[in-house]
Every structure is written in C-alpha cells, then in structure tokens.
C-alpha cells in the first residue's frame, strides 16, 4: 500500500513536473547521447552529457519506453545532490555512473533482457526549462544455428532437401548456402517468423529434385550475425536412397578357385545378391562373391547376379568359358604323344 502510494505520487509528480517543463525548453546546449546496443544478458552504459551550459541542473531524470512496457515511464530521478530515487523494481537494475555537478547524466543498466530493448530518454532539468534526448537501445541476441534434413527417395519432382535454422536471434540472422557446383542445380528459399519476444528466427531451405547424383554430395549453410565475431558453417551432406542401377561382375584376384564380385551401384548396399547359373545347378557363392572352379569346363556357361534393395533390383551377367584349361589339356596330350613318337623313332634309329 505504502509502496503504490509512493509509486503514484513519484509518477504523478514528475509527469506535472514535466508538463511544465514542456513550455519551458532551453536552446543553445547540446546533449551527447549514443545509441547503443548489447548482447542479450549483458549490462549497457547509456552515455547522456550536457555541453554548452551555465546553468546548473536541478534534475536529471531517465525515462524509457520498452518492449516490456510501451508506455514512456520515469524510472530513475537524479536531484541536484546527486541523490537517486529508482523506480521500485528497478532498484538493483540500474545505477547511475554520472555526476550532476559536470551534467553528466550516464546510467549503467545491468541484465539486459529482450523486455529492455527501447527507447530510453534523459532529460536535463534547468530552474528555467529542460532539454533531452532519445537513445535508442537494441538488445541483440545471437541465434542458434542448426541444419535438419533427411533421407530422401530419387524422384524427379522438386521438395525440400534440407533446411537450415538460426533460431531466435536479434536482429534477424542472415541464412544462406553455399552449394558449390550444385548452384545451379539447387534452389534455396528463405523466409523470417518473428517470435513474441522480438526475436526472429530464419529458415532457409534447400530445394531440388532428389537425384542419385546429389548422393553424398556436401553442401555448407552460413550463418551471420552482429553477435557472432565469425560466421557460423554448417555442414550438411545430402543423402538419397535409390534402388540398384548398373551391376557389373568381374573377376577378383585368380587364386586356385576363380572369385567374381557383383558391383552395383545404389544406396543403400543392397540387401541381398541372388546368383544363379542359366540352365545350371545353384552355383557356389556368398554375398557378392561368386565362385568357380577353374579347373573344369563343366563350369561353363552364363551366370546371374541380380542385387536388390528396398527400391528394386537389378541384374548382370556373366560369359564363363574356361578353354584355358581345356587348351592346356591338349598341349599335354600333344607332348606326351610327340616324346612318345621321338622315343620309338630313336629306338628304331638305334636298331
Ligand atoms: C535542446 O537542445 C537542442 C540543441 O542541442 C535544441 O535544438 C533544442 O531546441 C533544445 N530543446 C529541446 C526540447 O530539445
Ligand atoms: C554486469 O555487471 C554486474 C555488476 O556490476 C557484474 O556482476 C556482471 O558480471 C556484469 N556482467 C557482464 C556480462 O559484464
Ligand atoms: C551553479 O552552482 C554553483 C555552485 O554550486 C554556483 O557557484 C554558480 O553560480 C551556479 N551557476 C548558475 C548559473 O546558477
Ligand atoms: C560521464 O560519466 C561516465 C561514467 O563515469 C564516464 O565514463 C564518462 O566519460 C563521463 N562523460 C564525460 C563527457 O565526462
Ligand atoms: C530510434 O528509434 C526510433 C523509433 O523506433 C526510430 O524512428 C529511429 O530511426 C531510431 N534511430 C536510430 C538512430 O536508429
Ligand atoms: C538440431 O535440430 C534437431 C532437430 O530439431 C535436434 O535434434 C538437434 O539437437 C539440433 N542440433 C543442435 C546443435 O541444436
Ligand atoms: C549461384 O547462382 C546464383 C544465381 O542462380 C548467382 O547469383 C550466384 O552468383 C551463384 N553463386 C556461385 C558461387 O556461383
Ligand atoms: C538354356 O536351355 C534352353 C532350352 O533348354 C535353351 O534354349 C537355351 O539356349 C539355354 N541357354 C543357355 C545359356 O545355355
């Protein structure tokens, strides 16, 4: 009760005062007041000087006009002593820092929230008048930087492959990509939400159709702001699943079984490899691995390897046709035959 009562005196009465004051201005000083600005949390000096005066002050008095409250208000009032009265709440928010006698009228103001950013007023109060000055202070906030995508499916129409947020900073953050050789193949799209509290959170999105060739393909969102002393980058690598395209089999190393591989591209790896022989028993195999014996034409013929993924299969084939092996044979029968002819042909030479 006590404290309303004083409240509304304390307000009342500098509202008449400065009604009063209102037809009485002083011209020919100067006030030195800055616009200011702080990072969220932190504490602001709000610089007010009086130059080019005689006159000595009778009051100096802050008034603001906030997010918080948009209504001007006196807040703190500095009498000619140097005596201060706050504003209630205010008491261990503000602290003046300037001396009345050299009308230096500087206020720190500590803690700084969204609820501060304004418009603060200091005004120099003369037995013959007033004169003042508007500071704008801005409370900054750096935004949060984050990049959000998923798996993607290969199709041909344009949807948003990842996004990229710098979530509430003050003012807006700039949000862009850097996209490389994907410049032209991509498209980004930003757009700005402004929250309650004044912040603003930024979202750029990536847009495309979602291509194999875009697979694994790294892109790189930058984030700036005032806050931050370097700008932010964000990695993102593009991920698109797409069924089984180009199968290829080829030999691994011969060893004394002859290995082939199946190759596919796709992603994800595939799931599973079917290998079948045409016209043939199940051939020997494991995974992407197929085995053949080398050692006979019994093995002969052409051989399958269909590999499969979520999105579909795909298939290739393979000519095995080991007349190596078979050529080997008759060279032997040839020279065992030959070594026979020369020994009988020497054996009868010698009779
Ligand atoms: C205050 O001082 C300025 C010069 O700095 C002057 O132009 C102005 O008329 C004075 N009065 C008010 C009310 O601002
Ligand atoms: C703000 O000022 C208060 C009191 O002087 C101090 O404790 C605090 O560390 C300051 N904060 C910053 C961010 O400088
Ligand atoms: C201002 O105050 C000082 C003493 O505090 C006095 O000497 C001086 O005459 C005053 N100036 C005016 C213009 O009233
Ligand atoms: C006013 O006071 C503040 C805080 O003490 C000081 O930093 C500033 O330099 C003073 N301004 C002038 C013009 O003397
Ligand atoms: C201060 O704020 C007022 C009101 O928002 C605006 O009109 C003015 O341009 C601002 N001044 C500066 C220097 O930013
Ligand atoms: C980014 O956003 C995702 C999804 O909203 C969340 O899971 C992740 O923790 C965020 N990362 C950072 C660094 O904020
Ligand atoms: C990307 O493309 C846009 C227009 O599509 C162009 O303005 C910009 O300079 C390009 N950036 C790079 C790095 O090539
Ligand atoms: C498999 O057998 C069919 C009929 O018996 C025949 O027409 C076809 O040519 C054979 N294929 C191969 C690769 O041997």
Redesign the pocket.
């Known amino acids: 009760m006590h404290l309303l009562w004083r409240r509304n005196v304390f307000d009342l009465f500098f509202s008449l005062f400065l009604i009063y004051l209102e037809c009485n201005s002083i011209t020919g000083v100067k006030i030195i007041g800055h616009d200011a600005s702080v990072k969220k949390?932190?504490?602001i000096t709000l610089s007010c000087h009086l130059t080019e005066t005689e006159e000595n002050l009778t009051h100096i008095v802050w008034q603001k006009q906030t997010r918080e409250n948009p209504k001007q208000e006196t807040f703190l009032i500095i009498d000619k002593d140097g005596k201060t009265e706050h504003k209630n709440d205010l008491l261990d928010k503000v602290k003046f820092i300037g001396n009345i006698k050299e009308k230096n009228g500087s206020v720190q103001l500590?803690?700084m929230t969204l609820m501060d950013d304004g418009i603060y007023t200091c005004i120099f109060i003369f037995p013959s008048g007033k004169n003042q000055t508007n500071i704008n202070v801005t409370v900054l906030v750096p935004p949060v930087g984050n990049v959000t995508g998923k798996t993607h499916v290969s199709g041909p129409f344009n949807i948003i492959l990842a996004s990229c947020v710098a979530s509430n900073g003050r003012p807006a953050a700039e949000v862009f990509w850097r996209l490389g050789a994907l410049n032209d193949s991509l498209r980004t799209e930003t757009s700005y939400t402004e929250q309650t509290d004044g912040s603003v959170t930024a979202v750029s999105h990536i847009l495309g159709a979602p291509s194999k060739d875009l697979n694994q393909k790294k892109i790189q969102c930058v984030v700036k702001h005032s806050t931050l002393t370097k700008e932010l980058e964000l990695d993102y690598i593009i991920n698109v699943h797409y069924p089984p395209e180009l199968v290829v089999i080829s030999p691994d190393d011969p060893t004394q079984t002859q290995e082939y591989l199946c190759s596919v591209n796709c992603n994800p790896t595939p799931t599973s490899y079917i290998w079948i022989k045409v016209n043939g028993s199940t051939p020997r195999s494991e995974g992407n691995k197929l085995f053949i014996p080398k050692s006979s034409s019994d093995f002969n013929g052409v051989y399958i390897c269909t590999a499969s993924n979520l999105y579909g299969s795909a298939s290739g084939f393979l000519y095995v046709n080991n007349t190596v092996f078979i050529c080997a044979v008759l060279w032997i029968s040839l020279a065992y035959i030959f070594e026979q002819w020369w020994k009988n042909a020497s054996c009868s030479t010698l009779k």
């Open positions: 949390g932190g504490n500590l803690g």
